[in-house]
């Protein structure tokens, strides 16, 4: 081609990115260096962003390979509270377990669980306080176990039944729960986090003392809404926390494509201004310590942070898709930073708060506490077993009050079932 | 008579700034935002003296990223505020579609009313200025077929200041779109004459306090006997001087709120008229013109003698030398009462 346009130079190559491996590929992680745990400074809370560009490509890790607590991001927590994330997790594991099982069943349409990134909600809901608005994406739904929100009013959501109170209008686990201060959950990937900046805005204009934090998966890093709010935060020195949770797949795509082959979630920071930090998303110590520093300096008008969480999605994106189609099956398995909740249970143990006994009886309870509760839900009916909702429903709450062509709607709707017979 | 509210002469700029002046006073949850509209007050001057006067925390310049604007304005109201963005011009409003779209106007729906989005999105729309594609669109058809949404158009200084204040209080989201050609003067679409500016009109005599113009209402500009027409914005004055020129006894009707419309006092004038001129600066097709013809044909069919008519921008980009052959103003609009009248 080059010789046909009369130019003797090389052919340009457009670079696709691949990830490493494919079905049927056997995974080798040898090549992945571990940092180790306690190697990276705490920086002091109102430290210059400019002065914080190494955190953005090191990894925060307090848990060793033996389960203790070191260096200096060790949040020092009392056994009692190392206990209840512990539990929150194995709840949040045991509940996603239920309802995919559930969806499987053919109870609900649809489920998307987190398994094995439990920490990165966990940890940072126990490290926020519960008035502190949260903007989620879908796969947070450990912090409204976090934050103690009944698992019954969860699934009937999940079930969209009588109970739902969105009123079968949102898709399964498109939560909203203001008593938790857990904002509505769109399907629009993204726009949560311009939100939650401008809530940090008000806040802080109102002279308040809440924060505000958002979650976005690393595909998620890519829509223009991630780069708005970052421009936002670090304008205004919003106090807000910007997670990212790099779990190294968006449903097919590897997080090359999102640019991982090229820098850091974290390191997105450094040109927006931002106190950037990157943990290891499946130490439940560092996640709460990350966003303990993240939330002090908020709250004490030094500015955003973002966090990026590097862990792995260690199952398929959600009941409609299988990942081995397109990634090895080994992956999860072999992944070197392990499991969130074992490596938590290995600490406690470690640290002589806990035993395989008492695990075994918290495995024991969760899974009833999920079960009474779904069973409970299932009162209330589940999604093909009829419509859940009264049909005026439908019309209400597009608007505050109902206008006339919506009401004219409503009366036809009404009409040509009674018309039909039904 | 005494307690009569004190007016004082407006064009639409001062009556806007002044809707918003009077409601930032009212409640301490009203912010301004956008592109320019702080220190300098607004590339029309419209927000001009809300930043000295109610600080800086109220009234703030923000960077140039509309679907920002619109997504902190959202999270804003989260938190409780109302927020009264600015987009700089109608056509720049795109970038905010997704925070608009899937974001405000359903957020009330999606949660069953746990969180809502006050927000009153202002933004300068329309041509007849020479701004060529990208500051003249009528982008209105984009925003009424949004669930959820409230669209408005003022016509004139009075109702841009009551129909602000109306948006404001209102608990939707409303998309208030400001005709810029008529901010300083009631603009009749013959672009080859001196306009009048809005002192001479009776509409820029406006109460200096708090007064509402209801969303949902229409007004009947003037009333006539032979045929409606439907127009907005900068068409209601185009409409009224050719209807004028032409002695036709037209009623003229500006819908000022396109959702909720003011179906009511459409459908009895076109019952009263037989006849029907739909008028808007638009592209036609799906434009707000076609679902004005489609509600008066389901609410009107037995009474229409003549086929609606509309009259409409072409449907290509709003093109800049040829702008007045694109815009729909006294010749064609004259065409098409002739048209409607003869059938
Ligand atoms: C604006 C938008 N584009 C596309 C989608 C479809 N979609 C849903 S989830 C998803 C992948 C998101 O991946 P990531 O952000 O990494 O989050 P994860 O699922 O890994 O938690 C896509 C493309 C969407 N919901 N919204």
Redesign the interface.
């Known amino acids: 081609m080059s010789s046909e346009n009369g130019r003797n130079l090389r052919p340009l190559s457009l670079h696709v990115p691949e990830p490493k491996f494919r079905p049927g590929d056997a995974v080798d992680f040898n090549d992945f260096d571990i940092p180790p745990a306690g190697a990276v400074a705490r920086p002091a809370i109102d430290a210059d962003p400019s002065a914080m560009a190494g955190h953005a490509y090191a990894l925060v890790r307090v848990l060793d390979e033996e389960g203790r607590a070191v260096g200096p991001w060790d949040p020092k927590l009392s056994p009692e509270r190392l206990i209840r994330m512990l539990r929150h997790m194995a709840l949040t594991r045991a509940y996603d377990d239920r309802m995919y099982r559930a969806q499987r069943q053919g109870k609900t349409s649809f489920y998307m669980k987190c398994t094995g990134e439990e920490a990165t909600a966990i940890g940072a809901a126990h490290a926020l306080d519960r008035d502190d608005?949260v903007?989620p994406s879908y796969r947070q739904q450990g912090i409204l176990i976090a934050r103690d929100w009944p698992l019954i009013d969860m699934m009937n959501q999940v079930y969209s039944n009588k109970g739902d109170?969105?009123?079968g209008?949102?898709m399964p686990i498109?939560y909203?729960?203001?008593g938790a201060s857990f904002?509505?959950i769109?399907?629009?990937l993204a726009?949560q986090?311009?939100?939650?900046?401008?809530?940090?805005?008000?806040?802080?204009?109102?002279g308040d003392t809440r924060i505000?934090a958002a979650w976005c998966g690393e595909g998620s890093t890519a829509e223009?809404?991630f780069?708005?709010?970052c421009?936002?935060a670090s304008?205004y020195r919003a106090p807000v926390i910007l997670n990212v949770i790099n779990n190294q797949w968006a449903i097919s795509s590897f997080s090359g494509f999102a640019g991982a082959e090229a820098t850091t979630f974290a390191a997105r920071a450094i040109g927006y201004g931002i106190a950037g930090l990157r943990v290891d998303g499946n130490d439940t110590l560092a996640v709460y310590a990350a966003t303990e520093w993240a939330a002090e300096r908020a709250r004490n008008n030094y500015g955003p942070t973002l966090i990026e969480h590097f862990t792995y999605r260690a199952e398929g994106h959600s009941t409609s898709d299988d990942p081995t189609k397109y990634r090895s099956a080994e992956e999860n398995v072999k992944w070197p930073l392990g499991d969130p909740i074992a490596r938590l249970k290995q600490h406690l143990i470690a640290i002589g708060a806990w035993d395989e006994d008492r695990h075994a009886a918290m495995d024991k309870e969760v899974a009833e506490e999920v079960r009474a509760a779904q069973k409970e839900s299932e009162k209330l009916g589940i999604l093909h077993d009829g419509l859940k909702q009264p049909f005026d429903s439908m019309f209400e709450?597009?608007?505050?009050e109902m206008?006339?062509?919506l009401k004219e709607q409503l009366a036809q709707m009404t009409a040509e079932r009674k018309a039909a017979g039904i | 008579m005494s307690d009569a509210p004190e007016t004082k002469t407006m064009n639409m700029i001062q009556a806007i700034n002044s809707a918003l002046d009077v409601m930032m006073g009212r409640d301490q949850d009203i912010v301004v935002l956008g592109e320019d509209v702080g220190y300098f007050g607004g590339v029309f001057k419209a927000t001009e003296g809300l930043q000295a006067k109610h600080g800086k925390t109220r009234v703030f310049d923000t960077p140039i990223t509309e679907c920002g604007i619109i997504g902190v304005a959202v999270g804003m109201c989260t938190y409780g505020l109302r927020p009264v963005p600015e987009i700089q011009f109608a056509d720049y409003i795109y970038p905010a579609l997704d925070q608009i779209v899937s974001e405000a106007a359903r957020l009330r729906y999606r949660s069953a009313g746990e969180y809502t989005a006050p927000i009153t999105v202002r933004s300068p729309f329309g041509g007849g200025i020479f701004g060529g594609q990208t500051h003249s669109q009528s982008p209105e058809g984009i925003f009424t077929h949004v669930a959820g949404l409230k669209t408005v158009v003022p016509s004139n200084p009075y109702d841009a200041k009551g129909l602000l204040i109306s948006a404001i209080e209102d608990n939707d989201p409303v998309i208030f779109f400001e005709p810029k050609r008529i901010y300083n003067g009631p603009f009749d679409g013959h672009y080859d004459r001196p306009v009048t500016p809005w002192s001479k009109h009776p509409t820029s005599a406006v109460p200096q306090g708090y007064y509402k113009v209801p969303l949902g209402k229409a007004a009947i500009v003037r009333p006539g006997e032979d045929v409606t027409v439907l127009a907005y914005g900068t068409m209601v004055h185009v409409a009224a001087a050719v209807i004028e020129n032409q002695g036709v006894d037209a009623e003229l009707i500006d819908l000022r709120t396109l959702v909720p419309l003011d179906m009511e006092t459409i459908a009895a004038s076109v019952k009263k008229t037989g006849r029907c001129v739909i008028v808007h600066e638009a592209t036609k097709t799906s434009g707000f013109g076609a679902e004005l013809s489609a509600l008066v044909q389901e609410h009107c069919f037995h009474h229409l003698e003549a086929p609606i008519q509309r009259v409409t921008g072409w449907d290509t980009p709003y093109p800049h030398s040829l702008e007045w052959a694109y815009y729909p103003g006294p010749v064609r609009l004259g065409e098409a009462l002739k048209r409607v009248m003869q059938d």
């Open positions: 608005m903007f109170r969105l009123k209008r949102q498109m909203s729960a203001k904002f509505s769109s399907g629009n726009t986090y311009p939100q939650a900046v401008g809530f940090a805005m008000a806040s802080a204009a109102k505000a223009g809404d780069h708005s709010a421009t936002f304008v709450d597009v608007f505050e206008p006339w062509h």
